[in-house]
């Protein structure tokens, strides 16, 4: 049952769509590599296609109708989108559903370290990443820092032809014989994952009194030269990093790839491919008759744990929210909203790579540029930790991809005890509901730079329309 390559069927107005939808999509992420700048972004996008919170909504006192679009943030690194439909919300929604953080390094809370005049940042990483591809590429800085006044200072520093870049040393290959002669999970280990910041001593005043020396820039002049400068440019002192949060990622804009420019490499399309398609749908969606819901989460890479993960509370209990303004009153009606709805959890898959062809089966891989992929399962060891949609759910599935046009294919996540993965599909089907996983297939997941069709994305984007509209 081969799927055939979506490009040979495109009209001329939909290549151009496909261009406008990629250009949208490479600037978004190129501009957010956190999951508080991807947060932030959707807000401004939804603002500006009529939405407003929830919050104001409720405060103002006016019951929710058919029609009506609002949204709510959950400590500004997750958010949900509602569009009400026509029909009741107890009959159930129509949910796409992705995650919008990625594998990255995270800086330490105690992080400023100088040895042998060298600075630098201490991290820990964040999410499943091979190491050793970390080294020696230009890194970026992203993120906040919150001060004990309330005041919070946002840092984004690498992106701008302008700014300085950072990085991670390795080692030479003249020296690097034992190195070399580790396994791959050992050539660099996680405390070597050390940013490097700064090079350049302060030069203490040889005649300067006792008094007026500075202790600490004496014992560390290149580390009193950072902080004086993250002084100077950020307002923010060495203590004012252990209530930091800050995020080491690649440095530089999402690009072009392949002479055909056909394919898409960028810093964190898992699972953003999957996110930007599935907001923009949202945000296309006209006059649906079941609810349609974008939900976008936090903390996937980690097993979507925390306040802000897939796991919190923030899902059920916006929805309680929103059926109380609508009139659906009462702990069954939400249970049944719940239990009814259809959801696609929304996740990139693996994209056969012929490079490394003996972990794929091929019959049952996805293939760049024959459109959006459907995991009627993932998980691993016996599909353990996974969904697994029911068949006729699937076939509610095809049925939707077939009536909207869209180009799909099926695929498992590699050959059988080759390893695995998840998403966040397990968690909804707790509620009763109807879900599987799809989305754009990767090829190089969890790099640095990760590479898309994009085909693929643009197929993505039209299978959540359809979703939305025909589920």
């Given at each position: 049952m081969e799927r055939p390559n979506a490009w040979k069927d495109y009209t001329p107005e939909q290549l151009d769509e496909l261009h406008y939808l990629c250009e949208g999509y490479k600037a978004f992420i190129s501009d957010n590599k956190t999951e508080r700048e991807c947060c932030a972004a959707a807000v401004t996008m939804a603002r500006e296609a009529g939405y407003v919170s929830l919050e104001e909504r409720r405060a103002s006192g006016e019951a929710l109708k058919p029609g009506d679009k609002v949204y709510a943030v959950n400590r500004g690194k997750s958010l949900i989108l509602l569009h009400l439909g026509t029909e009741p919300l107890e009959d159930g929604v129509n949910?796409?559903?992705?995650?919008?953080?990625?594998?990255?390094?995270?800086?330490?809370?105690?992080?400023?370290?100088?040895?042998?005049?060298?600075?630098?940042?201490?991290?820990?990483?964040?999410?499943?990443?091979?190491?050793?591809?970390?080294?020696?590429?230009?890194?970026?800085?992203?993120?906040?820092?919150?001060?004990?006044?309330?005041?919070?200072?946002?840092?984004?520093?690498?992106?701008?032809?302008?700014?300085?870049?950072?990085?991670?040393?390795?080692?030479?290959?003249?020296?690097?014989?034992?190195?070399?002669?580790?396994?791959?999970?050992?050539?660099?280990?996680?405390?070597?994952?050390?940013?490097?910041?700064?090079?350049?001593?302060?030069?203490?005043?040889?005649?300067?009194?006792?008094?007026?020396?500075?202790?600490?820039?004496?014992?560390?002049?290149?580390?009193?030269?950072v902080l004086a400068l993250l002084r100077e440019q950020l307002g923010i002192e060495e203590e004012d990093l252990l209530s930091a949060e800050l995020e080491v990622v690649p440095a530089g804009a999402a690009r072009d790839l392949g002479l055909d420019r056909s394919m898409i490499l960028g810093y964190g399309q898992d699972d953003r491919s999957c996110a930007y398609t599935s907001l923009v749908a949202q945000l296309d969606c006209e006059a649906p008759a079941r609810t349609a819901v974008c939900l976008l989460v936090d903390k996937e890479e980690i097993g979507s744990v925390g306040a802000t993960g897939m796991t919190s509370r923030f899902f059920e209990d916006t929805m309680a929210e929103v059926l109380e303004l609508a009139g659906e009153t009462g702990a069954l009606a939400l249970r049944r909203c719940l239990a009814r709805s259809n959801m696609l959890s929304s996740d990139v898959s693996a994209g056969f790579d012929p490079t490394f062809a003996s972990v794929f089966e091929p019959k049952n891989s996805c293939y760049l540029g024959h459109g959006l992929t459907f995991n009627k399962y993932t998980g691993s060891r016996g599909k353990s930790g996974s969904n697994d949609a029911d068949a006729e759910y699937v076939a509610t599935i095809r049925r939707v991809m077939d009536e909207g046009g869209v180009h799909f294919q099926t695929a498992e996540l590699g050959r059988v005890d080759e390893g695995g993965g998840g998403t966040i599909a397990y968690i909804l089907a707790t509620y009763g509901m109807n879900v599987i996983d799809c989305g754009v297939p990767v090829l190089s997941m969890h790099a640095p730079w990760e590479a898309t069709s994009k085909a693929d994305v643009y197929e993505a984007y039209r299978g959540y329309c359809a979703f939305l509209r025909l589920a």
């Open positions: 949910i796409l559903g992705a995650h919008i953080d990625s594998p990255r390094l995270d800086v330490k809370q105690d992080p400023v370290d100088e040895k042998n005049e060298l600075v630098t940042l201490d991290t820990h990483y964040y999410g499943g990443i091979k190491k050793y591809q970390w080294v020696t590429m230009p890194l970026a800085i992203h993120g906040v820092v919150a001060k004990k006044d309330g005041t919070v200072v946002s840092v984004a520093i690498g992106e701008d032809e302008a700014d300085p870049v950072f990085c991670v040393t390795d080692l030479l290959p003249h020296l690097g014989g034992k190195q070399m002669a580790k396994k791959a999970s050992e050539v660099i280990e996680g405390e070597m994952l050390d940013v490097l910041v700064g090079n350049r001593p302060i030069v203490v005043d040889a005649d300067a009194t006792d008094a007026e020396k500075d202790e600490d820039a004496e014992k560390s002049p290149v580390k009193a030269g």
